[in-house]
Structures are given as C-alpha cells and as structure tokens.
C-alpha cells in the first residue's frame, strides 16, 4: 500500500532545558506517517547527516511524532543544510512506499538458529521482570 506525506508548514523551534545542547526543532507534516515510512525517514537522515559537524547532540531516534518532524539537539552550524536535507528524507521515504517490490527478504538465518542464539544471552536474574 503506498503511503506519502508532504512538508506543510515552517520549521519550528523551541528551547530545550538548559542541560542539553542545541533546540528542537518541529516541521509540520500532511499526516501521521506509519512505522515503515518512519524508519525509512530516520535512515535517510541519518545516512545524509553522518559526519556533518555538529550533528553530535542531535536525536535522530523518532523523529517522526505524530504528524511532525521533531529533531532535538540541533545546532546552528548544522541548521543551513537540515532543510534539504529532510526534503530529501520525505521523498526517499514517500518513493520506498511507493516501490511494487517490497516483497519479505530472505532471512539470514532459521527462526530456530536464531532462537538458539538467544538463549545463550544470560540475563541476571534480577533484570526480569516477572
């Protein structure tokens, strides 16, 4: 099902509290986006922004909130190119919902292997809840 959303408004921003670097920034979208769309969103900023100075301090983990765009921690130096650079991320993620061949890829491994995998990770007993 194909799936695509549009920047409607201004960027926005907002102070964070005076321990953080940096301010959120809100940019409006045309509706709530689903988790796909989302995670192909957060790649392809992720993907643009890595090694860019002064991205250190910025949350690139759930950017997508509702039916906005929420990016804290952004600094000034960074500001300049973070409006091309969503734009760029919106369309990559409305192109990928709209792909015909996002068909289920092979596992790496059996369900059984990996399960097997997991049971080998000992978690300290008073770390599970019961």
Do not use: F
Not at 100 to 106: A, G, I, N, T, V
């Amino acid at each position: 099902m194909s799936e695509e959303h549009q920047i409607t408004g201004a960027a926005r921003g907002e102070p964070l509290s005076a321990n953080q670097i940096g301010v959120r920034v809100r940019v409006p979208l045309s509706g709530a986006p689903s988790a796909y769309w989302s995670r192909v969103l957060s790649a392809h900023l992720v993907t643009e922004l890595t090694g860019h100075r002064a991205v250190g301090h910025m949350h690139l983990d759930n950017v997508v909130r509702g039916s906005e765009l929420v990016l804290d921690g952004v600094e000034e130096p960074v500001a300049d190119c973070l409006g091309p650079v969503i734009a760029r991320a919106v369309a990559a993620a409305n192109h990928a919902s709209r792909r015909s061949d996002l068909e289920p890829q092979p596992c790496n491994v059996a369900v059984g292997e990996a399960e097997r995998i997991a049971r080998k990770v000992s978690l300290p007993p008073q770390t599970l809840s019961q």
